[in-house]
């Protein structure tokens, strides 16, 4: 079972930015693709962004695409997402995840999920 702990979430004003990070520990094993995910309150569990184990293949949700940057770096098993021009809408317990591929996260199969870390963005 792979752990993931994520952290950089916090409070910031409308059109700032943040950066989440994602350390994967346990068995981790190579191939696999990470991602983020986001809940609202009062909401479901959304895709933002996954990245596959090369970094060639990325994808994000619409509602992000041009505002935020996955990445990540595979010897030290760390995935982040810079996330610029932030809104309100963006408000949510943002999660890391684990998957085989990363259409399969988009999908939702994922392998582990992170404890999450909440991004809060209010004036």
């Known amino acids: 079972q792979v752990q993931l702990v994520e952290s950089g979430g916090g409070l910031v004003q409308p059109g700032g930015s943040l950066r989440l990070s994602c350390a994967a520990s346990g068995r981790t094993s190579s191939g696999v693709a990470m991602g983020w995910s986001r809940q609202a309150p009062g909401k479901e569990r959304e895709f933002v962004a996954a990245?596959?184990?090369?970094?060639?293949?990325?994808y994000y949700a619409d509602s992000v695409k041009g505002r935020f940057t996955i990445s990540r770096d595979n010897a030290n098993n760390t995935v982040w997402l810079q996330m610029n021009s932030l809104k309100p809408e963006d408000t949510a317990v943002y999660y890391c995840?684990?998957?085989?591929?990363?259409?399969?996260?988009?999908?939702?199969?994922?392998?582990?999920w992170g404890q999450g870390t909440q991004v809060t963005v209010s004036s």
């Open positions: 990245i596959s184990w090369s970094g060639n293949t990325i």
């Open positions: 995840a684990v998957g085989l591929t990363v259409l399969t996260i988009r999908a939702g199969g994922v392998q582990s």
